[in-house]
């Protein structure tokens, strides 16, 4: 069976690296991204996209909504890790498969992880 693929999303490079080593010590492709560098519609499709926003500001809600545009990523689950609780247009834009608060529950985000695979 392949390893399933998952990108992870965040403007922080040390979150990035923590979120992706918890994922791929659980038999996970990670691709680790950040938030400035976007990928390329050439790049391997994910199974999964888990965004890391540390703050809630527009520039965070442009990329999730970039991401979530983009051909590639329509039909793609999304994951989003939040520190305060999304609006519900916030939500509607971005069409998360689950969303998570902040702090982050890793043992939660393992589940939702493989939940929504």
């Known amino acids: 069976m392949d390893q399933p693929m998952v990108w992870v999303i965040?403007?922080?490079p040390d979150a990035c690296h923590l979120i992706g080593l918890n994922l791929s010590k659980r038999g996970m492709q990670v691709v680790e991204i950040w938030?400035?560098?976007?990928p390329a519609a050439s790049w391997a499709k994910p199974d999964l996209i888990v965004?890391?926003?540390d703050a809630p500001d527009?520039?965070?809600w442009q990329t999730i909504r970039a991401v979530r545009l983009?051909?590639?990523a329509t039909q793609v689950p999304l994951i989003l890790l939040?520190?305060?609780e999304p609006s519900a247009s916030q939500l509607a834009s971005a069409q998360p498969a689950r969303w998570l608060a902040k702090p982050l529950d890793v043992d939660q985000l393992l589940t939702m992880v493989r939940e929504n695979l």
Not at 35 to 38: E, N, P, T, W
Request: hydrophobic share 55%.
């Open 10 to 12: 965040s403007p922080d």
């Open 35 to 38: 938030m400035r560098d976007l």
């Open 51 to 53: 965004i890391d926003a």
């Open 58 to 60: 527009e520039i965070a």
């Open 70 to 72: 983009s051909a590639w």
């Open 82 to 84: 939040l520190p305060i």
